[in-house]
């Protein structure tokens, strides 16, 4: 398999993150502002039954696995135009990694709920956990945000990818960062929307460019500056 195939096959990782994250759709839950009641109600009611969703939780983890390689990929296509100092690429990966952990820090807390519905929960505990799972989703768009944001002075300064993704990403990451604190309105809708349309168009994008055609700037220019080899002199 060339080295181009390759690179599409893992740039396509933002799609198969956001299709799986459509197909897994989240499962669902109580609205944020329930009492403690309503939830405890709505975990017996909805989870007890049906226990652990292991497809879900399949898809979920799959979902995770595909953003750390979109990440990685979305990374080295501006780190091979930033030449010498690539800090952008290194916080468009740290940031994403981050992203990544804090999200599955969740999974224990809605694994609980899921595996223990059956036999009840107390309110207090029931909204505990939920909480915890709503609030771990929340803390990854300021995170979301830092690695488009990166990515986007990226591709405006060194032009690794086209000027209208990096413009797009500028506004992907300012939505980002004013949902936080309308989480328990239309802040996850906006949140979700804005940033999956900017993850499988950057996606797309690096897909129909492949890695060799983004040749680093300062390789391209040391080769053009380069002076032919001198024959040293032989002796007579």
Known sequence: M??????????????????????????????PGASRTDIASWVGSSLG????????????VLGLLCF???TAVLAAAIRRREGAQPWLSNVILGAGL??????????????ALAYRAHEGFEPQLAAAL??????????????????????????LRYGALPAWLGWLGVAVA??????????????????FITSSLWVVLASATMVAR?????????????????PPAEVAPTAG
């Open 2 to 31: 060339s080295e181009r195939m390759v690179w599409r096959l893992a740039a396509a990782s933002g799609i198969l993150y956001v299709a799986v994250g459509l197909a897994h759709g989240g499962g669902g839950g109580p609205d």
């Open 49 to 60: 039954p049906r226990g652990v969703n292991w497809m879900g939780a399949y898809l979920a």
């Open 68 to 70: 750390v390689v979109f």
């Open 98 to 111: 981050i992203t990544v952990t804090v999200k599955l820090a969740s999974f224990p807390a809605a694994f």
């Open 130 to 155: 939920t909480d915890m799972n709503n609030l771990s989703f929340i803390l990854t768009w300021p995170l979301s945000a830092l690695m488009i944001g990166a990515a986007a002075a990226g591709i």
């Open 174 to 191: 300012i939505a980002l960062f004013a949902s936080v604190p309308f989480a328990f309105g239309q802040g996850a809708f906006v949140a």
């Open 210 to 226: 492949p890695i060799q055609d983004v040749m680093p700037g300062s390789t391209r220019q040391a080769a053009v500056a380069l």
